[in-house]
């Protein structure tokens, strides 16, 4: 089977400037980039406050997941990145609220500085194989909102 790749630009999240999509399918993994707490129309973040930031974040995914009709049982990997280590209960107490076990593998680390300033960021990797085990993953895509290479 041919891996393809396909490129998807959120309609739904903020249209950033920087160089990247939003999503990237590759066979029957998916790949998003790194979603902070912005507020997805104006691009700002939506509170200094890092709950309120991960709250919007989770949201952030929650809404991309949405678009291209998956949800959060599709995530098999995550990874979370801190400005401060300070805030890692308050970060996994809203993280933990997304997801029902069995949870996805998660590696958190502390950074020096992340976009906007913002205190939280995350990026994850999607098992695209199955719906509920119904049917193959490529029917969850918008045909208008991907971008095949």
Same mark, same amino acid.
């Given at each position: 089977?041919?891996?393809?790749?396909?490129? &998807?630009?959120?309609?739904?999240?903020?249209?950033?400037?920087?160089?990247?999509? &939003?999503?990237?399918?590759?066979?029957?993994?998916?790949?998003?980039?790194?979603?902070?707490?912005?507020?997805?129309?104006? #691009?700002?973040?939506?509170?200094?406050?890092?709950?309120?930031?991960?709250?919007?974040?989770?949201?952030?995914?929650?809404?991309?997941?949405?678009?291209?009709?998956?949800?959060?049982? &599709?995530?098999?990997?995550?990874?979370?990145?801190?400005?401060?280590?300070?805030?890692?209960?308050?970060?996994?107490?809203?993280?933990?609220?997304?997801?029902?076990?069995?949870?996805?593998?998660?590696?958190?680390?502390?950074?020096?500085?992340?976009?906007?300033?913002?205190?939280?960021?995350?990026?994850?990797?999607?098992?695209?194989? &199955?719906?509920? #085990?119904?049917?193959?993953?490529?029917?969850?895509?918008?045909?208008?909102?991907?971008?095949?290479?």
């Amino acid at each position: 089977m041919k891996n393809t790749t396909n490129y &998807h630009f959120s309609q739904t999240l903020f249209a950033s400037s920087a160089p990247f999509p &939003h999503f990237v399918r590759h066979g029957e993994l998916g790949f998003t980039a790194g979603i902070i707490g912005q507020d997805r129309k104006h #691009g700002q973040l939506v509170s200094d406050d890092v709950e309120q930031q991960c709250e919007a974040m989770m949201g952030n995914l929650g809404a991309l997941q949405e678009e291209l009709n998956l949800n959060f049982t &599709h995530v098999v990997k995550t990874t979370i990145y801190l400005r401060s280590y300070e805030d890692f209960e308050t970060i996994n107490r809203v993280y933990g609220s997304c997801f029902a076990a069995p949870y996805p593998v998660r590696t958190t680390l502390a950074v020096a500085a992340l976009p906007l300033d913002a205190g939280v960021q995350i990026d994850a990797v999607l098992d695209l194989s &199955h719906n509920g #085990g119904t049917a193959p993953w490529v029917h969850y895509f918008p045909l208008d909102a991907l971008v095949e290479v």
